[in-house]
């Protein structure tokens, strides 16, 4: 527990620059040869993700902070954020790959058997695997320490039971990084009784039941286990301990650019439209948004600083998750009411319009993904000693 939040002020090295031009020429032949459009967000939910993934692996950027023994390139967090950051900024196709490189294989590396390590983490470098993540559960929603789903200790493993919901990726997902509980919760610790299992996704007795975004995607899936069959070794880490590598988890999941630019798109799109010579007014409003937006990213490059330092940031990345949730969910408003003031005779507001209608069907899953708003602001309350 800590009463003192800490962002310090991080310069990206030189070798990140040089890695951000890479970045977007490779972007930019991408572009080219119709692997996806930038401008078309609701377009690119059909890309052809697996093979964006292979194309990304071999510049070696899937799981390029990694150690060379497991396929990674033991580059910087630094770095990493760079790459994030263009390709979200992008809406580059990444969805393939992008939770197994950020949190799944970080997780693995840390507390998963060896030959798991052996055998796992380099298909992922190599953009084969598809991960997702097993943690909110019907009727708890974030709050991972009600988590109800069981595993019962049978001969050679683990039985699973339960449900997991607002899965993303869990009708596509190879595996699946799952939280159940294998022992009560004490009245002293409640967050006793977790643990962690690495589940193969096509096992038998896995459903997947897809939940319809108002955008027409479809991201979250609700996840039901009946009787899953997982081997002694696919349980990752200590057994009913599992919060604190949930935790450590959260903390690369909560803290990235994606978690406040991805509704980046309408602000770049109006910034084109209005020009250099636009209306005073609509000046000092997109002023207002690029000062937001630059504060959220000196505390999100701060974050990928301590991460590489070897810290868990836990209290500042929900921090980062709380702000970013609410400034990409309003941004489309917010451009709506800036886009008021130009003259639309001329149709040039056409795209504009089409990416914000997108956009504003999308804000709402923002709040679920990565915690809930609520359970974001508890873990802050108790990290500054509030509660």
């Known amino acids: 527990m800590t009463n003192e939040l800490v962002f310090d002020p991080i310069r990206l090295p030189p070798v990140c620059q040089d890695l951000r031009r890479e970045a977007r020429a490779f972007l930019a032949q991408e572009i080219e040869r119709g692997s996806f459009d930038p401008r078309y967000p609701r377009k690119n939910e059909g890309a052809d993700a697996r093979s964006f993934a292979r194309r990304v692996a071999e510049k070696g950027w899937i799981g390029m902070t990694w150690p060379k023994q497991y396929g990674g390139r033991e580059r910087s967090f630094l770095e990493r954020y760079v790459l994030t950051e263009e390709f979200r900024i992008a809406n580059a196709p990444v969805r393939h790959y992008f939770t197994a490189d950020r949190q799944s294989g970080p997780t693995l590396i840390k507390y998963a058997a060896e030959h798991i390590k052996q055998s796992i983490l380099p298909r992922i470098v190599r953009g084969e695997l598809q991960f997702c993540i097993g943690l909110s559960e019907p009727n708890s929603g974030s709050d991972l320490f009600a988590a109800r789903a069981k595993a019962m200790k049978v001969n050679g493993g683990w039985v699973l039971n339960g449900t997991k919901t607002w899965t993303t990726n869990g009708h596509s997902a190879d595996y699946m990084i799952g939280l159940f509980r294998t022992s009560p919760a004490t009245k002293e610790n409640r967050r006793h009784g977790l643990t962690s299992f690495l589940i193969d996704m096509k096992t038998t007795g896995i459903t997947c039941g897809d939940i319809q975004q108002m955008n027409g995607g479809h991201d979250f899936n609700e996840v039901s286990f ?65 000062a937001q937006l630059h504060t959220l990213r000196r505390m999100s490059v701060s974050i990928a600083g301590m991460l590489e330092a070897g810290q868990e940031p836990t209290v500042e990345s929900s921090i980062v998750k709380d702000l970013g949730t609410i400034w990409e969910q309003e941004l489309p408003n917010n451009v709506r009411s800036i886009a008021s003031l130009i003259d639309r005779s001329n149709g040039k507001t056409l795209l504009l319009d089409e990416m914000l209608e997108y956009a504003l069907a999308t804000a709402p899953k923002f709040t679920i993904q990565g915690g809930t708003t609520e359970i974001l602001r508890g873990i802050i309350a108790r990290g500054l000693g509030l509660r």
Request: proline share 3%; net charge negative; charged share 30%.
């Open 226 to 290: 009946q009787e899953v069959f997982v081997a002694e070794d696919h349980l990752i880490g200590e057994i009913d301990n599992a919060w604190k590598q949930a935790t450590t988890e959260l903390a690369y999941e909560r803290s990235g650019p994606e978690r406040f630019l991805e509704t980046y798109y309408v602000l770049d799109e109006l910034v084109k439209i209005l020009g250099p010579d636009c209306d005073s007014r609509a000046k000092e409003g997109v002023g207002k948004l690029v």
